[in-house]
């Protein structure tokens, strides 16, 4: 059966696939003025660890997720039928795009990183040895010396999870498991039957996989496991279909015609960019990006930071450093840009039902296909990008909006309760508050969910259509 929709956006009613934006709340985060004037970082930057009394405190190196500690079991009369979970990946090196022409710190990957092969049904090729890689380079390549060494003599990928990523991507797998296997019913082997596993054509989420399963479900054959994966044509986890009206409607409103707030925003960081660009050694007019927005210069400081490495100083004057007050700067700009694209930005709504809404209509899907009984899937992870958290925040219109952090985790829990389903969503591992008129995603009606997922995006070929 189809769940029937309820009328709960009679009020402010729209075509099937337009979307009505509800502003976010007004917090430090996206009030500019203390982005650039106030002090500290808006968060915790420098370690995976949260104390447990602080547990919830948005964490950029290892964000808050489900975990036993902290859960609240909803009433008796509610049955758990379905849980699927979306996350971005956990701490990594830098994107090699990120990094300074030349760094001033080692950063080594010896005995650890991602790992790679191939296997058969049977025979000699079912038992074959993976292989791991080690970066190098040799002297005689002379292209060697056409592009930056970035951090000189690394054995790392950029990016490649880290190890310590890779510890905290098994923590994760075993806090999920003490949530939800006795609730679901899950072995402790992975059994695709009833579970299942999403990556991106992007390996760091495999990488993260991999760590994951050996927390989830700990007696797994530990050679390999069957992860999905859609073709990178048109994968809607990362995502990389096409959508030229998403993409237009998100230059627009950042270094289009409608952008002025974002264009002043860089304008009044000039001076903090100044000194960034005197100790990196960037171009003040670069090609690569760096001066678009902070991305560039954020992953790069809070890569250092979360893995314990000091900021940078310059490799011409060693007296010039990056001072943490500077850092902190740049981390609370991040989060302003963040929360400008995906939820302040007028059209940021409707960016994000284009641009995430294929991953929605599946998530929509799966969610049906459990209310009918034609699937026995109890549990689904999807391991992605912020590039993937962050439409989906915004589709859902979170009332406070961040940049997601390594490992950040938003979980889709699907109840009945006699012949009723109702859903709740939880950000962090608590029930998420949104600026809609579903107000705080806690045990809503998913004939009501759905509703929203209707007048936001439509169908599929609605989507097809509204994306070109």
């Known amino acids: 059966m189809l769940v029937s929709a ?45 104390p447990n009394a602080l547990y919830g405190t948005y964490n950029w190196c290892n964000m808050p997720h489900v975990r036993q500690r902290e859960y609240k079991t909803p009433p008796k009369n509610y049955t758990l039928k379905y849980v699927e979970v979306i996350q971005r990946h956990h701490k990594r090196t830098p994107y090699a795009s990120n990094t300074f022409f030349k760094e001033d710190v080692a950063w080594s990957c010896d005995g650890s990183g991602a790992t790679f092969g191939g296997t058969a049904p049977q025979g000699p090729g079912a038992s074959v040895s993976p292989v791991q890689w080690q970066a190098f380079t040799d002297a005689q390549n002379p292209w060697t010396t056409t592009v930056g060494p970035g951090f000189v003599g690394s054995s790392c990928q950029f990016p490649q999870i880290t190890a310590d990523g890779l510890q905290d991507s098994i923590t994760h797998g075993s806090d999920l498991r003490s949530v939800y296997a006795s609730r679901l019913g899950l072995s402790s ?42 073709s990178s044509t048109f994968d809607s986890l990362e995502p990389t279909y096409s959508c030229p009206t998403a993409s237009n409607l998100r230059s627009d409103y950042t270094t289009g015609g409608s952008g002025q707030q974002w264009q002043a925003h860089l304008t009044e960081a000039a001076s903090l960019y100044a000194k960034l660009d005197q100790v990196s050694g960037i171009a003040t007019h670069d090609n690569g990006g760096w001066h678009t927005s902070f991305d560039h210069y954020y992953d790069n400081l ?30 609370r700009l991040g989060n302003w840009e963040y929360s400008y694209q995906f939820r302040d930005a007028p059209a940021s709504a409707q960016y994000s039902a284009l ?95 759905f509703s929203y997922i209707d007048s936001a995006i439509g169908s599929s070929s609605n989507l097809l259509a509204g994306c070109n």
């Open 355 to 449: 641009s995430y809404g294929a991953w929605v209509l599946e998530l929509k899907a799966h969610l049906q296909a459990n209310v009918d009984g034609t699937s026995k899937l109890k549990y689904f992870h999807n391991v992605a990008h912020d590039g993937s958290m962050s439409p989906l925040l915004g589709f859902l219109q979170v009332d406070q909006m961040v940049w997601p952090g390594m490992g950040s985790e938003i979980v889709f829990e699907l109840y009945s309760a006699k012949s009723d389903y109702f859903i709740r969503v939880l950000w962090g591992g608590q029930p998420m508050k949104t600026s809609t008129p579903l107000g705080v995603l806690d045990m809503i009606s998913l004939a009501s969910f």
């Open 6 to 50: 309820a009328v709960v956006f009679a009020a402010t009613a729209v075509a099937s696939g337009e979307i009505v934006h509800y502003p976010p709340a007004a917090t430090n985060i996206n009030n500019l003025t203390f982005v650039l004037n106030g002090s500290g970082a808006p968060g915790i930057f420098n370690s995976s660890t949260t």
């Open 302 to 331: 809070s890569a250092k930071q979360c893995h314990g490495k000091a900021l940078p100083c310059s490799l011409n004057d060693t007296s010039i450093c990056v001072t943490q007050d500077e850092a902190n700067t740049v981390f």
């Open 189 to 230: 082997r992975f059994d695709t039957t009833i579970a299942q596993i999403r990556v991106t054509n992007n390996v760091i989420t495999s990488q993260v996989a991999s760590g994951l399963l050996a927390g989830l479900f700990p007696q797994s054959d530990s050679r390999f496991s069957a992860t999905l994966i859609q």
